[in-house]
């Protein structure tokens, strides 16, 4: 019992700690401008392409919120601390990179103190979850009602969705190229072996399976992967090669560099960040050919008037 209170007491003044960094950081970005970034933390690969792409968009300009895949590690009273420190510092724009349930009560803690863009890093095919249903009901809500100011999506063409249905303020945001710090360098390979990456978290959309086997088939080639235990299952471990999960950025790059190609054809995507990464390591990437639905279901009605 002792040493649960102690362990308790710890994490509060972990998380204290924390919090602290940020309100320090929102101070520190108020100084050289008027806008601030929001994203939740990494977990794993989850949220992991969102903080890279919203490090990429907005520099020092972004601060991490500290979560579990998408639960808050502050508390209510925490998040309306940091929410109250962004408001006393007149910031006129917060941006809301990437979604969680607890942002909208940073919303409306902000809403009314400045300008509020969020951007919506996904797919349509998500809003097979209902998690994600109510994410997007809600952001349709207080975009109407005028808590969001503007509506930003990373996969282009989705913005349209929502001028037409909805009739909202909202944009496609492209992102940079990914940035490659300078001394990254590809490691060393068997330059006999034809080198194909598979890396991508361990989700459905990712379609690893599928890429992997495909890879075995052509001869001489070795695939590369995060986590080689995925993959234990078909008794190829000579010619899969896994090089971990939570890896450095210049460590990741450094592998990504040494592919002979990378694959990254997932079923769904909004950009692709492992792919942008390939190329501007100079490594040629595959991806998949995404279905134009509009186009195509446009397409098919002109074709019924001839």
């Not at 006999?192 to 052509?218: C, E, P, R, S, W």
């Not at 692709?272 to 279905?291: C, F, Q």
Request: charged residues 20%.
């Amino acid at each position: 019992m002792i040493r649960k209170i102690k362990n308790k007491l710890l994490r509060g003044r972990e998380v204290a700690g924390l919090l602290e960094e940020a309100l320090r950081s929102v101070t520190a970005i108020r100084a050289s401008g008027d806008l601030v970034a929001l994203y939740g933390s990494p977990t794993g690969p989850h949220w992991l392409g969102i903080a890279n792409a919203t490090r990429g968009l907005y520099g020092g300009a972004a601060v991490e919120i500290p979560q579990s895949y998408s639960n808050p590690i502050f508390t209510a009273t925490q998040l309306r601390q940091l929410s109250e420190k962004i408001i006393a510092l007149k910031f006129k724009r917060v941006v809301i990179s990437g979604f969680a349930p607890y942002f909208f009560e940073m919303i409306d803690q902000l809403s009314g103190h400045c300008e509020i863009q969020t951007i919506y890093h996904g797919t349509i095919s998500e809003f097979h979850s209902p998690v994600q249903q109510q994410l997007i009901k809600g952001l349709i809500s207080y975009a109407r009602t005028g808590k969001v100011q503007e509506v930003s999506f990373v996969k282009e063409g989705l913005e349209q969705v929502f001028i037409r249905l909805y009739g909202l303020h909202a944009t496609h945001l492209p992102l940079q190229a990914p940035y490659i710090p300078a001394g990254v360098t590809p490691i060393a390979v068997d330059p006999l072996k034809i080198h194909l990456g598979v890396f991508g978290g361990d989700t459905f959309n990712k379609n690893l399976h599928n890429q992997v086997i495909y890879a075995l088939m052509i001869p001489n080639t070795i695939v590369h992967v995060l986590d080689h235990k995925m993959f234990d299952y078909l008794d190829m471990n000579e010619r899969i090669v896994g090089h971990g999960t939570h890896l450095p950025k210049e460590k990741f790059l450094s592998i990504l560099g040494a592919m002979t190609v990378n694959l990254y054809m997932s079923y769904s995507e909004s950009w692709g960040l492992v792919a942008y990464e390939s190329e501007a390591m100079g490594v040629p990437a595959v991806r998949m050919d995404h279905v134009d639905y509009f186009e195509k279901i446009l397409t098919a009605i002109e074709s019924r008037k001839r």
